[in-house]
């Protein structure tokens, strides 16, 4: 099974724990920009980057857009932006670095700059540390857990992830098909 069907279902199955910013954010109504000459309001360049990879890597281009395609870095720029007080923001910018460190660590090189492969590898060792994580406050989530349900968010949230992602956008008003054979329409629906 690959990544795409484990999330798919994982998510429809047991549904999903979201941290608190990720939550305010779809409640919000939070968006990427697709403005051709975007800046980003609270990270820099450099963590733009290292985002950018990231939620790649979790949601990689495929037969399907990825990640990039659907501006996810972005989304997640505007949301710790719009709805992360500034401890929070601190919090995330401080703990982006443990991907470059990991990748240091173990690569001899930055999280940009490695393989696919390589890359995997480290999401999967910081996977397994937000297992573990523990943290009494709720106030500062583990980064992995963070990143990982806002790249989910902001990639079916988007047009991109909607209309070419894992399920097919449906305008409203439309009409009310109440059974549908699955082997007629292939994949989910979004409304």
């Known amino acids: ?54 939620c790649e890597t979790i949601l990689p281009k495929t037969d399907t857009p990825g990640a990039k395609d659907a501006l996810c870095h972005r989304y997640i720029d505007e949301m710790i932006t719009n709805f992360y007080d500034k401890e929070a923001q601190d919090h995330f910018r401080t703990t982006l670095k443990a991907f470059d460190k990991e990748s240091t660590l173990k690569f001899s090189k930055a999280f940009v700059a490695l393989t696919p492969g390589e890359k995997e590898v480290i999401l999967d060792h910081l996977s397994k540390q937000a297992l573990e994580y523990k943290d009494e406050t709720g106030k500062k989530p583990h980064i992995f857990n963070t990143i ?24 409203i008003p439309g009409p009310y098909q109440g059974c549908m054979d699955y082997s007629k329409i292939g994949k989910g629906y979004v409304l």
Do not use: H
Request: proline share 4%; with cysteine; net charge negative.
């Open 148 to 171: 990982k349900q806002a790249t989910i968010s902001g990639y079916f949230t988007s047009e991109v992830g909607a209309k070419g992602g894992l399920c097919e956008f449906i305008p």
């Open 1 to 54: 099974m690959d990544r795409r069907e484990v999330l798919k279902t994982s998510t429809l199955l047991l549904g999903y724990a979201l941290t608190s910013g990720t939550t305010a954010a779809l409640l919000g109504g939070c968006k990427a920009s697709t403005a051709p000459d975007w800046k980003p309001s609270t990270l820099n360049d450099s963590e733009m980057s290292v985002l950018a990879e990231i």
